[in-house]
């Protein structure tokens, strides 16, 4: 029992500690080359419609707007990093959270990259991999990038973690 709630709170530390690295690498490229972050309003709006049976949007910005869909969305966020980190302590084992490597932070960081390209992107009317957007190329550069941006920060969160 001991062991399962260390697992959840390093899951825990890592996965927000992670998704807010993500979020600071957004700001500070919407700041620096004025790239606008994910709107993550419309992915509360996404998953708010989904309860009623609707997956698969044409264009999530038409569709109808849910009650609280940004604190939806951004609670999905950080709940998906929590998962993330999750699976990443499952796959490399919990004593990766102390004494985390960079690699293996890194490539799976750069893996999660899949679940935006095959599901959320095709459920919000993107396309797979962003393909029905203007600048696919771009956008996958984009998504490849915070992404990477999210292996760094698992592995920030979980150095930051054994020093505490």
Not at 43 to 71: K, Q, T
Not at 107 to 122: D, K, N, R, Y
């Amino acid at each position: 029992m001991q062991e399962t709630l260390e697992w959840l709170k390093h899951a825990a530390v890592i996965g927000i500690g992670a998704t807010a690295f993500m979020d600071l690498w957004a700001a500070l490229m919407l700041r620096l080359f004025k790239i606008p972050a994910l709107n993550y309003a419309l992915v509360g709006r996404w998953l708010g419609h989904m309860p009623s049976g609707r997956f698969i949007h044409d264009n999530i910005a038409r569709a109808a707007p849910i009650g609280c869909e940004s604190w939806l969305g951004w609670g999905a966020h950080y709940g998906i990093g929590i998962g993330f980190a999750a699976l990443l302590l499952t796959l490399c084992g919990p004593q990766w959270a102390y004494t985390p490597t960079l690699l293996p932070a890194l490539l799976f960081g750069i893996m999660t990259v899949a679940a935006p390209f095959f599901i959320m992107q095709p459920g919000m009317g993107a396309g797979i991999a962003a393909s029905k957007t203007p600048a696919p190329k771009v956008a996958r550069r984009r998504s490849l990038m915070a992404h990477t941006a999210f292996g760094l920060g698992l592995y920030v969160a979980a150095s930051l973690l054994t020093r505490v």
